[in-house]
Nanobody, 121 residues
Framework: QVQLVESGGGSVQAGGSLRLSCAAS????????IGWYRQKRELVALINAD???KYKESVKGRFTISRDNAKNTVHLQMNSLKPEDTDVYYC???????????????????WGEGTSVTVSS
């Protein structure tokens, strides 16, 4: 069973920085994409297996997602934090597979336990 362990959350003042990390128990090469979500609902940033990235509009220019393949870890560097960035952030890894029973392409989502980010004004 794949495990994702987040770390790096905490409390900072507005304008400060945090670096979130998501460590996978297996090689991250097996995943099609790894991303960070707020409340498991809202995509914040995502990095695909080919290294391409996607960001929520409000964090562009402030957050940077990156991957360390050797350490099976994905980082989210959060700069210029704002109070509205406050939330619980979850790491998600998506793995695609062929569902032979249904004869369709399918995927599995793995989630971490979440890490809390609090930004005070």
């Amino acid at each position: 069973q794949v495990q994702l362990v987040e770390s790096g959350g905490g409390s900072v003042q507005a304008g400060g920085s945090l670096r979130l990390s998501c460590a996978a128990s297996e090689s991250i090469f097996r995943f099609d994409a790894i991303g960070w979500y707020r409340q498991k609902r809202e995509l914040v940033a995502l990095i695909n297996a080919d290294g391409t990235t996607k960001y929520k509009e409000s964090v562009k220019g402030r957050f940077t997602i990156s991957r360390d393949n050797a350490k099976n870890t994905v980082h989210l560097q959060m700069n210029s934090l704002k109070p509205e960035d406050t939330d619980v952030y979850y790491c998600n890894a998506e793995e695609s597979f062929y569902n032979q029973a249904l004869e369709v392409d399918d995927h599995t989502d793995y989630w971490g336990e979440g890490t809390s980010v609090t930004v005070s004004s």
